[in-house]
């Protein structure tokens, strides 16, 4: 075992980032909808929560540019990217803005009218059900109303500050 390298006892916030960083998160990409606005994010914070109802949860910080229409309740989907999916992660994490996020990938219409990606390891089509708020983040609970599953399990993953397979 190597020693643990101590961060300062004073920056809490900069030894969890520190800690975290060293957790394996499948990468998603979220879409959010209203009316014709729509949204799109690279994301890890995604969760199940439930399965009786079946539900997931999104987190997303005040400054993502999604952020108001989940906050006013819009419906979502999640969609768990592959490994080939690295440039729509890209695009969506920052390298577009707006509905250029959407210029690559084959986006459809899911059932609640919003966007899923056709080849996504799999696609969850959410009904806004809740929000909570604390800290930097929104949390946003939806009811999910249909799920997409395509190819093999090899995702795209996000750790130590990078994509991986």
Not at 22 to 32: D, M, N, Q, S, Y
Not at 94 to 111: C, K, S, V
Not at 116 to 137: I, K, M, P, R, W
């Amino acid at each position: 075992m190597t020693n643990a390298v101590l961060p300062d006892a004073g920056d809490i916030a900069g030894a969890l980032k520190l800690g975290l960083r060293r957790l394996a998160k499948a990468v998603v990409v979220v879409t959010a909808h209203r009316g014709d606005t729509r949204a799109a994010m690279t994301a890890t914070a995604v969760s199940e929560l439930s399965l009786d109802p079946p539900s997931l949860l999104v987190c997303a910080n005040r400054s993502a540019s999604m952020f108001p229409l989940l906050k006013d309740g819009a419906d979502f989907c999640v969609n768990i990217l592959d490994a080939s999916h690295r440039a729509i992660a890209d695009r969506c994490a920052g390298g577009a803005a707006g509905d250029a996020r959407f210029a690559e990938g084959d986006w459809r219409q899911a059932a609640n009218g919003g966007w899923v990606l056709g080849d996504a390891q799999a696609s969850f089509a959410c009904a806004f059900e809740q929000a909570h708020f604390y800290g930097t983040h929104g949390i946003f609970i939806g009811r999910v109303i249909d799920v997409r599953i395509a190819g093999e399990v090899g995702p795209l993953i996000y750790v130590d500050g990078a994509f991986r397979s």
